[in-house]
């Protein structure tokens, strides 16, 4: 027995053809689009100078410790590269750190993700200064309050070489940068009374540094807070207790009285 013939229909031919030249048309654009993009890509990476850096292989926790095996290297071009991240040569210095911070799969190590790195806090002081820890007072001075980065003025209390001189506080210098605090504390001389200092690490020039332990040894520091916007210079003079005490009034002074016109 014959299959009767299935009649064609001129419109779904034309309709099939459209669909089929269409998809042809699509898979074409999307091929010459992606080698356009692929091409622009290497054309790109050909005018960068690629830098290889240390990377994190997953997510790692803040407190991770730095090992070979949560780490690789990755190249990146150097207008994207950060002052602060590691390289490969550099990376063994640091196994056996903690992170300060957490990583994200991928991203660049930099030494200020670094827990107690020694590196990096030096690397924080300007070219020529010096890391000074000294005492101030706590309850003299900003009790709890400091902060690195803030900005202080250091006063000095002192007397002088002279045995009868007076206990007179002056300035000593202006516009310290604070680079860490602490606290300790001490019994009080002679006593089994606690005292707590403020342990301040500044920076500062060698010459001031001197300057400061002098001043350590020979009487007591106060630190004042200071705007961080005010660069201005303390020009306050020195102050002991006779300047603050009220002015006498001169004696032998009387008032003239006139009485009809003679005095």
Known sequence: MALPNFPLNRNWLMLAGALALGALAMGLSHKMLSDRMAQIDREARAHQTLVNVVVAKQDLPRGARISPEGFAVRPIPTEYLHASALHPDQFAQYVGQRLAAGLKQGEPVLELHLESNSLVFSSTLAKGNRALTTEVDEVNSISGMLRPSDHIDLMVTARGTNVSATETTFPLMSNVEVLATGQIIRKRDGTNQPKTYTTITLSVSPEDAERIV??????????????????????????????????????????????????
Not at 214 to 243: F, M, Y
Request: proline share 4%; net charge positive; aromatic share 2%.
């Open 214 to 263: 002098v001043a350590k040894n020979s009487g007591k520091l106060t630190a004042v807070l200071r705007n961080p916007e005010d660069e201005r210079a303390n020009s306050t003079t020195a102050l002991n207790i006779d300047d603050l005490m009220p002015k006498k009034v001169k004696k032998g002074l009387s008032v003239q009285y006139i009485v009809g016109g003679r005095s």
